[in-house]
């Protein structure tokens, strides 16, 4: 089973993401951060499950409501690790 990891900078993705929301829909923030961690660990049995971007990485997109959330991952096969590099919302212009 691939392991899956947080890169510091798609922590910190989470981290803002989630005080937008403490500050915009407090009884959405737990819920929405709770979203976003299950469908990352979908990538432990289907590691290629992102679509295909630039430079060999995926990109996994979560769906919330009507809108939803990107998360940028490479896939080492040989390790057998995805690396979650970046996380925004899908109404974001591009990744932080």
């Known amino acids: 089973m691939t392991r899956w990891l947080l890169a510091p900078?798609?922590?910190?993705?989470?981290?803002r993401l989630t005080e937008f929301l403490q500050e915009t829909a407090p009884n959405m923030a737990v819920e929405?951060?709770?979203?976003?961690?299950?469908?990352?660990?979908?990538l432990a049995r289907h590691p290629r499950m992102g679509r295909p971007v630039r430079s060999g990485l995926r990109e996994l997109v979560i769906s919330c409501?009507?809108?939803?959330?990107?998360?940028l991952y490479s896939h080492d096969e040989q390790a057998d690790i995805a690396l979650v590099l970046a996380i925004r919302h899908q109404?974001?212009?591009d990744y932080h």
């Open 9 to 15: 900078e798609a922590a910190d993705n989470l981290d």
């Open 32 to 42: 929405t951060v709770d979203l976003i961690l299950d469908a990352l660990g979908v």
């Open 65 to 71: 409501g009507r809108t939803g959330y990107l998360a």
């Open 91 to 93: 109404r974001e212009q």
